[in-house]
Nanobody
Framework: QVQLVESGGGLVQAGGSLRLSCAAS????????MGWFRQAPGKEREFVAA????????AYADSVKGRFTISRDNAKNTVYLQMDSLKPEDTAVYYC??????????????????WGQGTQVTVSS
C-alpha cells in the first residue's frame, strides 16, 4: 500500500504564501499522476491541481489558476503545491492523491487510488 504524507500547512494571513509537500512511499511513484484536493467545512472535496506522471502536463481549478503551482521531484518521491496570494476562501484541509493507472493529470477524484491524511491550511483576513 502506498503511503502519502502531507506537510507544510499552517496559519497564514491573506496575501501570504505556503508550500505544501506530499511525500510518497514506493519506487513506483514516478509512474503515478498526482493531484491535490481540498475540503472546507460544509463543502464537498474539490479539485485543486494535478500533474502527470512525468510532470509534462498540469491542470488547475479556475479558482486557483495563476496563484498555485504544482510540481514534482520524482527523485525525492515528492509532489509540491506552491500557494501564493492566498485568500480566506482557500482555507481547507488539503489532500494529496496518487493515480497509478491514468498517469496523466486528471481532476476526477474517482481516478485516484491512494490518499493522504490531509494538512490544514487556514488563511486569515
Amino acid at each position: 500500500q502506498v503511503q502519502l504524507v502531507e506537510s507544510g500547512g499552517g496559519l497564514v494571513q491573506a496575501g501570504g504564501s505556503l508550500r505544501l509537500s506530499c511525500a510518497a512511499s514506493g519506487r513506483t511513484f514516478r509512474s503515478y499522476a498526482m493531484g491535490w484536493f481540498r475540503q472546507a467545512p460544509g463543502k464537498e472535496r474539490e479539485f485543486v491541481a494535478a500533474i502527470s506522471w512525468n510532470g509534462g502536463s498540469t491542470a488547475y481549478a479556475d479558482s486557483v489558476k495563476g496563484r498555485f503551482t504544482i510540481s514534482r521531484d520524482n527523485a525525492k518521491n515528492t509532489v509540491y503545491l506552491q500557494m501564493d496570494s492566498l485568500k480566506p476562501e482557500d482555507t481547507a484541509v488539503y489532500y494529496c492523491a496518487a493515480d497509478r493507472d491514468t498517469r496523466w493529470a486528471t481532476d476526477n477524484s474517482n481516478e485516484y487510488d491512494y490518499w493522504g491524511q490531509g494538512t490544514q491550511v487556514t488563511v486569515s483576513s
